[in-house]
């Protein structure tokens, strides 16, 4: 009988079987099968014959995404990997001075500017979005309001809606949370008189930012960027909703693949593709924490 803490201990591990290793093993299994018109879709792995177990390992996808044709899906994920790159480094430099000012506010605006942050969670995200296509289209707000200040003209409203830009906007508009709370637990917790003393020592303010603040919050900078940047590359609705042609990611691809043409055996070595490629942040997030718990001993 396990005792209570053998269950706190085994409760992610199990977490982690269910929800990550055998969905994983069940992609796996699919990227290497042969596409075919059955239900499912592709062939068998394991099969029995008159010799007795057969095992039919197929890395044709492999192969076709490498060194085939594979050159569509090869760009698509790099496009993924850029707009996701550029999108978190637009959310580090809009929410780092948002977090700085929660964390440097009174006790009762903190509480109040927190739930601002968190406040469009209690929204759908398909809504939200939607709710973009009407102000980022050609005849929505933004245009209406030029247009009312005699900015642009009626004929020839600035075009935002199917392009990257507003794919970028969407993306920052529903990520940025997820950078502000992690760099907002950093610095709320950051000892304020080591500032203090680097002022009286004759520190100017830019420096004293660069050399203590920044150092400081790499926890919840590295934190904030892997929120956003691992979501950001797989993300479907948005580029679905307000990108064009030019804002072919991979997630568009995946469900093209797996709904569309359904052929999952290549859809599920794209994801393959994907997770090796969103490992690395991760290991180095991992290092970081590491070395950070090395520098505490």
């Known amino acids: ?36 018109i059955t239900q499912p879709p592709y062939s068998d792995l394991i099969t029995w014959d008159d010799i007795g177990l057969k095992i039919q390992l197929f890395f044709g996808n492999y192969d076709f995404i490498i060194f085939g044709d594979g050159e569509f899906y090869l760009t698509a994920l790099w496009n993924a990997l850029t707009i996701a790159f550029i999108s978190t480094i637009l959310c580090l430099l809009i929410g780092f001075p948002m977090a700085y000012a929660i964390a440097r506010s009174s006790p009762t605006s903190r509480n109040i500017f927190l739930l601002l942050v968190i406040l469009p969670f209690w929204t759908s995200f398909l809504i939200r979005i939607y709710a973009w296509v009407g102000i980022l289209k050609n005849n929505g707000v933004i245009n209406n309001v030029l247009i009312w200040l005699g900015l642009i003209s009626p004929d020839n409203p600035l075009i935002m809606m199917n392009t990257n830009f507003a794919v970028y906007i969407g993306i ?32 100017k303010p830019w420096r004293a930012f660069l050399s203590i603040t920044v150092p400081l919050a790499l926890p919840g900078i590295i934190a904030g960027c892997m929120l956003v940047f ?58 970081f924490q590491n070395k950070q718990v090395d520098a505490y001993r």
Do not use: H
Not at 263 to 271: E, F, G, I, R, Y
């Open 172 to 203: 920052v508009y529903s990520y940025l949370p997820f950078m502000i709370l992690p760099l907002y637990a950093t610095l709320e917790k950051m000892d304020l008189t080591l500032l203090e003393a680097a002022a009286d020592l004759g520190c």
């Open 1 to 36: 009988m396990p005792s209570g803490r053998g269950i706190t201990i085994l409760t992610p591990y199990l977490w982690l079987l269910i929800f990550f290793v055998i969905p994983f093993l069940i992609v796996l299994k699919i990227s290497v099968a042969e596409t075919q």
């Open 230 to 287: 691992i979501p950001a590359v797989g993300e479907y609705v948005i580029p679905e909703l307000l990108g064009g042609p030019d804002s072919l990611m991979i997630g568009r691809i995946l469900s093209n693949e797996f709904f569309t043409n359904r052929d999952w055996p290549v859809a599920s070595t794209l994801a393959i593709f994907i997770l090796i490629v969103l490992i690395i942040p991760i290991l180095i997030f991992q290092y």
